[in-house]
């Protein structure tokens, strides 16, 4: 494979960020390709097991985040909550640093897989060896893949966020000060209703994710909503929940969408592949997406790393990550059947389970099934392509 590779990358996400950083790290050269005005993101939180902060760490990302942690060194790396912002802005600086190009305003409106040309909405064309698209879960690069790919699927939920400063809530509050001086999540289920809640940033901010059956019209992804009617929605739950929620009076509500499962992410040229939320879009229930976001992009650039044919390193990039990914975008369908159920003597008995001291197989919590979660959790990206490097003949 020749060396210096030059590689475009549509979308900078965190998807398109971070592969920017594993290829670099590769030694080839990046530029992406951005369509907003600006390298941001939004939303608030999130949460990155120890699949994902095992390679923040490698990469040395860890260094530049405010991050708090719980569950310390579990499966081998700890667990943090992370806000949005300081990632976005953390995996920003890392690709700059290392030398990746970032254009914003680059809007990709055409691509063409076989010559590995992309043509910019003002009509500038860009030639690479490579092209990454990881424009999102409505991908422009996934259309022009698979034309005939159906549209993103509503899952029958919305979810609200809100996100408080401590400084602004009553000083003192025990209740507020126990959520804010330990790491930790807590959960609240109901009949399709759940909320979770976790600290950011040192515990000076708490952040509040709410779902409840999606009620937006078709076509609406997101809308701003007062937070009386979300109170109203979560009528009877803790009253703790009740006072996080009314802290704010405007919050809003987002569709909740996935995408059927891909039967192939690359280009037969070996031109061209698709990364993060383009590829495999999931619901939020075992905080995943920009987890594995970020394994699609450690096993590319490893794989890059290697003397390879660039269309052998796409076929075992998929062999490596579509199984995977599959697998925890339909486990995290499976939690969205156990977090919604109605009271009934199944979600008695799910409660009974979930509130075991030892963990039990088949827990409907599944991050502490005791074989789903260090198959999740003990994943190394890393070392996962080497291993498929080194076991089949090139
Ligand atoms: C409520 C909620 C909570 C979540 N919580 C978690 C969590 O706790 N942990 C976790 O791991 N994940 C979580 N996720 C999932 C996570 O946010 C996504 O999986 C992740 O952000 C996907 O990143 P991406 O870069 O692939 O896509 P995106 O973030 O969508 O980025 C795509 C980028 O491509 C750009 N773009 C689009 N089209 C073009 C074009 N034509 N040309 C150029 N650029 C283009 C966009 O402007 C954007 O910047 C959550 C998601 C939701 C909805």
Not at 19 to 45: C, D, M, Q, W, Y
Not at 325 to 345: C, F, H
Request: net charge negative.
């Amino acid at each position: 494979m020749a060396r210096d590779l030059k590689v475009l990358i549509i979308g900078g996400g965190i998807g398109g960020l971070s592969a920017a950083i594993a290829i670099r790290f590769a030694g080839h050269s990046v530029t992406i390709l951005e369509a907003e005005e600006e390298i941001t993101e939004v939303g608030a939180g999130l949460q990155f097991s120890a699949n994902a902060t095992r390679i923040l760490i490698k990469w040395g990302v860890d260094k530049l985040i405010v991050k708090d942690v719980h569950h310390l060194e579990t499966n081998g790396a700890p667990f943090w909550d992370i806000h949005r912002h300081d990632l976005i802005k953390a995996l920003h600086s890392m690709a700059l640093e290392l030398g990746a190009e970032v254009r914003v305003q680059s809007r990709v409106s055409d691509l063409d897989f076989g010559t590995g040309s992309v043509v910019l909405q003002n009509g500038e064309v860009l030639q690479g060896d490579l092209v990454i698209g990881a424009d999102g879960l409505n991908s422009t690069c996934r259309k022009k893949l698979i034309p005939d790919d159906e549209e993103p699927e509503f899952t029958g939920d919305m979810a609200f966020r809100v996100l408080l400063n401590l400084e602004d809530l009553p000083p003192n509050d025990p209740d507020f000060l126990e959520i804010t001086t330990r790491p930790q999540c807590t959960y609240w289920l109901g009949p399709s209703h759940h909320a979770i809640v976790y600290i950011l940033r040192g515990g000076t901010q708490i952040n509040l994710v709410a779902v409840v059956p999606d009620d937006l019209p078709r076509g609406v992804v997101r809308a701003p909503c007062d937070t009386g009617g979300v109170l109203k929605l979560f009528e009877g739950f803790d009253p703790l929940l009740l006072e996080i929620i009314s802290q704010v009076p405007q919050t809003f509500k987002w569709k909740l969408r996935i995408r059927p499962e891909l039967k192939k992410w690359s280009h037969d040229s070996g031109k061209f592949t698709l990364l993060g939320d383009a590829a495999h879009p999931t619901l939020p229930y075992l905080s995943q997406g920009a987890g594995i976001t970020l394994e699609d992009a450690a096993v590319l650039g490893q794989l890059l790393t290697e003397p390879i044919p660039l269309a052998k390193v796409l076929a075992k990039y998929e062999s490596i990550r579509r199984p995977r990914t599959t697998s925890v975008v339909k486990a995290s369908s499976q939690q969205q059947y156990w977090y919604n159920l109605p009271d009934r003597p199944e979600q008695r008995e799910r409660d009974r389970i979930m509130s075991a001291e030892i963990p039990q197989e088949e827990d409907p919590f599944l991050w502490k099934d005791p074989v789903f979660a260090p198959w999740l959790f003990g994943y190394d990206a890393h070392e996962e392509a080497r291993k498929v490097v080194g076991k089949y003949p090139l």
